[in-house]
């Protein structure tokens, strides 16, 4: 029953998710009308056309170079022989290349509580990604507790000790403008003291100047080790899917202050340029444990590269 269940939820994110990348499908087929219509013959503009159509959604110029070359070896190789066969080795071609990012997250029990920081800039998802997570790992049997950490905006408090309330989870927070430290160091030692199995920490998404933000957050990362050495055992950083290329410094930006260790593509429903998840991937070297395609309590699923780029490319006909 809890199987069937489990496949309904995957079968309704996926289609969620396929028409959450309608317009970078959209934006990938007008450049690359050709390509989509059977067994035609290879042309340096169809060559040409697949390139330009892959860096208008954001895949990176790395990423579309090492791409390009590959196909276009294959061709003068004779191994890809009409436009049909180009398309098939495309879609392989980007599913290796994010196969290596397609990681579970693994909660260490024998870590307990296991601390979980969760990064980002405001406005890309960070705590209702905190309160989907709070769900799925509740779900899975884990003790959960958050601790409110973004002080610095009133609503992320209370948007996530609503998230708490709802999923019966425990919130530790305080007043706005607290001492974000203090905050997530309280919610370690109550989470220490009461044998929860997980602390997520939702942090700071904006201060009055980007150091100052980096700043509190290291600072965080060095109160708590206070307590655990070893903690935090993970840090997402989320990153909304619809911004492209900002999301390879925020990623840098991100990974320098607190050492980054796995990634949360939230908000791909509506975007042109969730090819973005190729070149973050291609400079970050992170993993992507989860990506997210609406606000829906269910909207949250673990990264799949093959139904990704199966989503990503328009089918072709003919």
Do not use: C
């Amino acid at each position: 029953m809890v199987e069937e269940k489990e496949q309904k939820g995957e079968g309704g994110f996926w289609k969620r998710l396929k028409a959450g990348l309608s317009r970078t499908r959209e934006q990938i087929a007008s450049g690359i009308g050709d390509l989509l219509l059977g067994e035609r013959e290879i042309s340096d503009e169809v060559l040409d056309d697949l390139e330009t159509s892959l860096l208008t959604t954001d895949v990176g110029a790395q990423t579309v170079q090492e791409v390009m070359e590959e196909l276009s070896q294959r061709v003068r190789r004779k191994e890809l022989n009409n436009t049909r066969a180009l398309y098939g080795a495309l879609r392989t071609l980007l599913t290796h290349k994010l196969l290596p990012f397609q990681k579970p997250l693994h909660i260490d029990s024998a870590r307990k509580p296991f601390v979980i920081f969760v990064v980002g800039v405001n406005g890309a998802g960070k705590t209702t990604t905190i309160g989907k997570l709070a769900r799925r790992l509740s779900q899975q049997g884990h003790s959960v507790m958050l601790a409110a950490g973004d002080t610095f905006r009133a609503a992320a408090v209370e948007q996530l000790q609503e998230w708490g309330r709802r999923n019966d989870v425990p919130v530790i927070a305080q007043g706005q403008g607290a001492d974000a430290a203090s905050v997530v160091y309280d919610a370690v030692q109550s989470a220490m003291a009461r044998g929860v199995d997980v602390l997520i920490a939702d942090t700071a998404g904006r201060l009055q100047a980007k150091t100052n933000l980096m700043e509190e957050l290291a600072k965080i990362r060095r109160v708590v080790s206070k307590l655990l050495p070893d903690a935090p055992h993970e840090t997402l950083l989320v990153l909304d899917g619809g911004v492209g290329q900002n999301a390879l410094s925020q990623a840098k930006e991100f990974d320098a202050a607190v050492g980054v260790t796995g990634l949360v593509v939230t908000k791909l429903d509506g975007t042109a340029k969730a090819g973005v998840l190729l070149a973050v991937t291609a400079q970050a070297k992170k993993p992507i444990y989860y990506i997210g395609v609406g606000e829906g309590v269910d909207d949250l699923d673990p990264f799949d590269a093959e139904k990704f780029v199966e989503a990503l490319l328009p089918e072709a006909h003919g």
